[in-house]
Each structure stands twice: as structure tokens, then as C-alpha cells.
């Protein structure tokens, strides 16, 4: 893919010898922390490619809003092909191994030994997800290691933030006590909902088509003589009946995230897949952790679910999807078939000149915003009383 290719080069140009300058870092009160969890795979390693489509077109004031930070979820960190690694140390604020004590140390290491993902990766997301928590940054991103991330990821997910803010505001709000953004989901997994009126009443849907298509054939019929011969009571009987049924079920079948793909942010509080990528606002985060920390073992994502269902908790996704999934083999011994059916349709149709042309727009946005918060007086200008 393109854009993995693109990722992984602008990790290659950081290594290089006669590019040894560093990346701009987080800045002292960043907005978000950005975290990866990644262990060694037994082929191929993804988050070089991760980090690089993560980083690529960031302005400088975009990377000092972000801290980016990685954890290397192996026992002994000097396995992952990446760890220590020059152009890492160049390109993220922080990444580190684990800092626990001997026995919850050799008690992963027996989680390891036994390839207990379910309760080794609970352990590992509670871990880095507590490391941005305590950099106190208001939103928080945990990613898989086995992605790629699309230009201008950063200033969409922002913008987003942004109305959703607008939009929880009270007990009344449309996005009241949110849990979290999704940035990643697989319409694999979306589908037709009771919710939907004409999928509901679907009997009703077919016959007021194959209604409104006799009424319609009939006025042809009366309108232009010419067609009478080729719209015979049979003819219509048989387009009413058969074909336009069938068609309309055909429309239903190729998928509603098909035919109406969603543009912005909107509520998904079902078939919500994966944690590739989710966005969690701070204030949600510990009661979160205690949840899982008392669960302690199974799937990240299914636990998140189950504990939003509980607590009567909004769940959000930002569409067309920022992140694509590109990892063939799962690191937890998920099944190879879920593995590669875990994928973002819509995210494919990016295109990268669109999205740097996006990426400047709601930069040049937020640019008018800081200055419009600066400029206290209104006069067009930011004098130095205006600070």
C-alpha cells in the first residue's frame, strides 16, 4: 500500500546518517497523548510504518501538541527489532519497557510463557493508557501497532473533538458523557439496524416500490401509446412483482455504510469493532480503568463495550475512518480470517492530494480560531496587552 510504503520511507530518511536532526517533541502542555502498544511479531513488524504515516505532514505546531509515546509490551524489550533504534529515539517523545516490580514482572513473563493474550493485553493497555493519563493532556489515543494513519489525522480528529465538545454539553447534550471517539472502525461488522425505518418495515418498503412502480408504468403507458405493447398487463405484473422486489431487497443487501457512508461524526453505540484506534476524553479514563482492572482478563475492545452498555455511555466514530488496519497476523492469536477481514472499506478511497488540500484548510481554521482568542479587542490586530 501506498501510504504504508510512505510511512515506513519516512522512517528510513530518519535514520539516515546525514539526517541525524531531531523531529520537533511535545511541547509542555500538549493536547494529546498519543500511545502505541507493540510487541515483537513473528514476521513482519508494523510500527515503524505506524510511527512514520503517524508523523507524516505534521506541522511543527501539530507535533508539539501531540505526545507520542510508545510501549514495548515484550518482557525483554531487546527482542523487538525496534527497540532502541536511533531514528525512534528521533522521532517520538517517549518510549520505554516496563517499570513494575519483580513479581508482577515475572508474573507477564508467565503470561507470556503461556500466551495468555486475554489477560497480558488487558495488563498492557491499562499500562499505557495510565502513562498518558498521568501526562494529564485532555484526550488520549491508544493505538495497535499494526496500522497506518492518513495525512491530516490529527487536525480532523481535533476539528471533531471540537463540535463533540459543542455537543455534550449538559445532561440534554447530543453527545452527553461520551466515552469515547472511534477512528478505526470495519464496516465488516456494520449493518441494517431495527432503527431504520424502511429496513424495519421492509414488507412495507417492497410494496409502496412496486406500488409507486405500477402507478408509474401505467402513466407511461397512458402518456405514450407507443409503449402499450411493451407494458401488457403481464409485463407489468412481472416488473411490480418480481423485479422490483428484488432489486429493492438487492439494494438492502449491498449494505447500508455502502450506500450511505457516513461524513463526520456520529453515534456508534453497536458494531463497534477493535481498538486499532480509539480517542478517550481524560475525565472517562479512570473509571474505565477500574472496570478493567477488576476484569483484569479478555477482549479490550468487548470490555469497553460491556462497560459503556453498563454505565449508559455514548459511543462516537469519526467517518470516512483516519486509520486502516494492515495487519495480516494477529500478535494476540486471533484467528487469521478475523485478522484480515478487519479492514476500513472507505478509508481506500482517500486520495493524498485531497487530504493534504484538507489538512491546510482546517489548519489555516484553527490558525483564524488562536487568533481571534488572542485578538481581545477585535481590532484585526494582536498587541501585546491583548496577551
Not at 203 to 216: D, K, N, Q, R, S
Not at 270 to 281: E, N
Request: glycine residues 6%.
Amino acid at each position: 500500500m501506498v501510504k504504508e510504503r510512505e510511512g515506513a520511507s519516512g522512517d528510513q530518511r530518519t535514520t539516515a546518517k546525514d539526517n541525524a536532526k531531531k523531529l520537533y517533541f511535545a511541547g509542555p502542555n500538549p493536547e494529546v497523548c498519543a500511545a502505541f502498544v507493540t510487541v515483537k511479531r513473528d514476521n513482519k513488524q508494523y510500527i515503524d510504518a505506524a510511527i512514520g504515516s503517524l508523523l507524516d505532514g505534521l506541522t511543527d505546531h501539530e507535533r508539539r501538541n501531540l505526545h507520542l509515546h510508545v510501549l514495548f509490551a515484550n518482557t525483554n524489550p531487546n527482542i523487538h527489532p525496534s527497540w532502541q533504534k536511533p531514528w525512534l529515539d528521533n522521532a517520538v517523545d517517549s518510549a520505554r519497557g516496563y517499570n513494575v516490580s519483580a513479581d508482577v514482572l515475572a508474573h507477564l513473563q508467565e503470561l507470556e510463557t503461556q500466551r495468555n493474550f486475554q489477560e497480558k493485553g488487558v495488563f498492557d493497555y491499562l499500562y499505557a493508557l495510565n502513562f498518558c493519563y498521568e501526562l494529564k493532556t485532555p484526550y488520549i489515543v491508544m493505538f495497535e501497532d499494526d496500522i497506518i494513519i492518513a495525512d491530516g489525522w490529527l487536525a480532523k480528529t481535533l476539528h471533531a473533538l471540537q463540535g463533540i465538545e459543542h455537543h455534550a454539553m449538559g445532561k440534554n447534550g447530543k453527545y452527553w458523557n461520551w466515552i469515547y471517539l472511534r477512528i478505526f472502525y470495519t464496516e465488516t461488522y456494520m449493518r441494517w439496524q431495527d432503527t431504520d425505518f424502511w429496513y424495519h418495515h421492509l414488507e412495507l418498503t417492497i410494496a409502496l416500490a412496486g406500488f409507486a412502480g405500477y402507478v408509474l408504468l401505467v402513466w407511461i403507458r397512458y402518456q405514450w401509446p407507443i409503449a402499450r405493447r411493451h407494458l401488457d398487463n403481464l409485463s407489468l405484473a412481472v416488473i411490480c412483482l418480481i423485479t422490483i422486489p428484488a432489486f429493492t431487497i438487492l439494494v438492502f443487501m449491498v449494505g447500508k455504510y455502502s450506500l450511505l457512508p457516513p461524513n463526520g461524526v456520529f453515534t456508534m453505540n453497536k458494531y463497534g469493532c477493535c481498538t486499532q484506534a480509539l480517542v478517550f476524553p481524560r475525565e472517562q479514563i479512570p473509571s474505565l480503568a477500574a472496570y478493567l482492572r477488576e476484569r483484569r482478563s479478555g477482549q479490550t475492545d468487548l470490555m469497553i463495550e460491556e462497560y459503556a452498555d453498563k454505565e449508559g455511555k455514548q459511543r462516537l466514530a469519526l467517518g470516512p475512518q483516519l486509520v486502516q488496519h494492515v495487519g495480516l497476523q494477529s500478535s494476540r492469536g486471533t484467528a487469521v480470517v478475523d485478522s484480515q477481514s478487519t479492514w476500513a472499506f472507505w478509508f481506500e478511497e482517500y486520495d493524498s492530494a485531497k487530504l493534504r488540500w484538507e489538512h491546510d484548510i482546517l489548519q489555516g481554521e484553527r490558525i483564524r480560531q488562536a487568533f481571534h482568542l488572542f485578538d481581545k479587542d477585535g481590532d484585526g490586530f494582536i498587541e501585546p496587552n491583548d496577551f
